[in-house]
């Protein structure tokens, strides 16, 4: 059975740092990875899909990359903001119909960022 | 803008009475789901639906049922609602791959 594990549970930086949140999957054989962000409660938003043929998506300050091999993901955060303070999500899918298209999520990690 | 409209931002319901949660999405979606979200838990998937009058259980069923008449719309019911179904429940709505996920805002449901 699919896991997916986010760590740290919580992370606080100051304005203006780089950082990295982590995702880790069991079962390498996935068909995508989403990173979602969600704000206090709010749905989700999501940020970047990445396709299990690709290495990486960019969207702005925000970069995901995927190796499937090893079964992790990282989603950098370039030059942080008071504004990017949310819970970031990241999840996996099987397949693309029925069940295998479901998205299996971790529990996420919150992020502070300090003025 | 694109949407995934949720009826109620939140309710209060008392054990026992039976609980409509409305889903509306304009992106012409064919898949929609509902979750429930709770702390320490995360996002647990109750029953999702892949096309009109489809409708396959999630990991927690238990409790609910579910309803999809049109395809813009997905309706979760609580035949009788339980103080254990207390919770944040998310409607989301994607195209096949999981293209274009977007969530709803949510409905906090409080059964007293």
């Known amino acids: 059975k699919q896991e997916v594990t986010q760590i740290p549970a919580a992370l606080s930086v100051p304005e203006g740092e780089n950082l990295v949140l982590n995702c880790s999957f069991t079962?390498?054989?996935?068909?995508?990875l989403q990173w979602f962000r969600q704000d206090p409660g709010k749905g989700l938003t999501s940020l970047l899909l990445?396709?299990?043929?690709?290495r990486e998506q960019t969207s702005g300050r925000l970069n995901a990359s995927l190796d499937k091999s090893s079964g992790r993901s990282t989603l950098y955060i370039a030059a942080s903001q008071p504004g990017d303070s949310a819970t970031y999500l990241c999840?996996?899918?099987?397949?693309?119909?029925?069940?295998?298209?479901?998205?299996?999520f971790g529990k996420g990690t919150k992020l502070s960022v300090k003025p | 803008d694109v949407k995934v409209t949720q009826s109620s931002r939140y309710l209060v319901k008392r054990t026992g009475e039976k609980v409509f949660l409305e889903c509306v999405q304009d992106?012409?979606?064919?898949?929609m789901f509902w979750y429930r979200q709770d702390p320490g838990l995360g996002l647990r998937l109750i029953y999702f639906?892949?096309?009109?009058?489809?409708?396959e259980k999630g990991d927690i069923p238990e409790g609910y049922s579910v309803s999809r008449e049109k395809k813009e719309r997905f309706s979760l019911i609580l035949e009788s609602a339980s103080t254990n179904q207390t919770s944040m429940y998310l409607c989301?709505?994607?195209?096949?791959?999981?293209?274009?996920?977007?969530f709803g805002s949510g409905t906090r449901l409080t059964v007293v």
């Open positions: 989301a709505s994607s195209f096949v791959g999981n293209y274009g996920y977007t």
């Open positions: 079962d390498s054989a996935i068909y995508n």
């Open positions: 990445i396709q299990s043929s690709q």
């Open positions: 999840a996996v899918s099987r397949g693309i119909g029925g069940s295998q298209g479901n998205l299996i």
């Open positions: 992106m012409d979606h064919e898949n």
């Open positions: 639906s892949y096309d009109v009058k489809m409708k």
